[in-house]
């Protein structure tokens, strides 16, 4: 089965730093798009960036282009988010998720439980 | 990035009742569209991919339809499984999700 956990997170002062990981496993890993999501608290899913299977693109949403580097090792199924300079207002749970996709249509159809990173 | 709009915010509702949510997309996205539920402290789950296409396991139901701009999602006979936060996620242009709508009674 699919399967994909989420480590790393923690408390961190503004203005630092801290990856989050994501271990997979039960699929071909290195075949998937992969992204995270966020989800502060009180507040909606916001989608933060994804990786091409190969690692080769990235892409990232405006808020945190610059700070926010999504990267992965497919040797090792894992995923990763460097976060720098970090912000209040990047309190959030942090979710990986695994791009499924039925011809040009994608969709995220795994998710990992989340971890959890307070700014403060 | 491609704004997208949740309607209403919150939807009162009871169990044997149908619901009907909408998501508007700032501007055309086909039918490049997909749907989640999210109850709290566990992962979000797919429910229609593609504005139409349920997810293998999602109860029928469960149902999508719209294109280009407005898209709905319908929940017939409301069980009391389904009081839940419903997103709305485009993946035309990069990915971006709607505010969602939270269904409760």
């Known amino acids: 089965e699919v399967r994909l956990v989420e480590s790393g997170g923690g408390l961190v002062q503004p203005g630092g730093s801290l990856r989050v990981a994501c271990a997979a496993s039960?699929?071909?890993?290195?075949?998937?798009?992969m992204s995270w999501v966020r989800q502060a608290p009180g507040q909606g899913l916001e989608w933060v960036a994804n990786?091409?299977?190969?690692?080769?693109?990235?892409y990232y949403v405006d808020s945190v282009k610059g700070r926010f580097t999504i990267s992965r090792d497919n040797a090792k199924n894992s995923l990763y988010l460097q976060m720098n300079s970090l912000r209040a207002e990047d309190t959030a749970v942090y979710y990986c998720?695994?791009?499924?996709?039925?011809?040009?249509?994608?969709?995220?159809?795994?998710w990992g439980q989340g971890t959890l990173v307070p700014v403060s | 990035d491609i704004p997208m709009t949740q309607s209403p915010s919150s939807l009162p509702a009871s169990v044997g009742d149908r619901v009907t949510l909408t998501c508007r997309a700032s501007q055309s996205i086909g039918t490049y569209l997909n749907w989640y539920q999210h109850k709290p402290g566990t992962a979000p789950k797919l429910l229609i991919y593609a504005a139409s296409t349920l997810q293998t396991g999602v109860p029928s139901r469960f149902s999508g339809s719209g294109s280009d701009t407005h898209f709905t999602l319908t929940i017939n006979s409301l069980q009391p499984e389904d009081f839940a936060t419903y997103y709305c996620?485009?993946?035309?242009?990069?990915?971006?999700f709607g505010q969602g709508t939270k269904v409760e009674i």
């Open positions: 990786i091409k299977p190969d690692g080769s693109e990235a």
């Open positions: 996620q485009q993946v035309s242009r990069a990915r971006s």
């Open positions: 039960g699929f071909t890993f290195s075949t998937h798009w």
């Open positions: 998720a695994r791009e499924g996709h039925y011809s040009n249509w994608y969709y995220f159809d795994w």
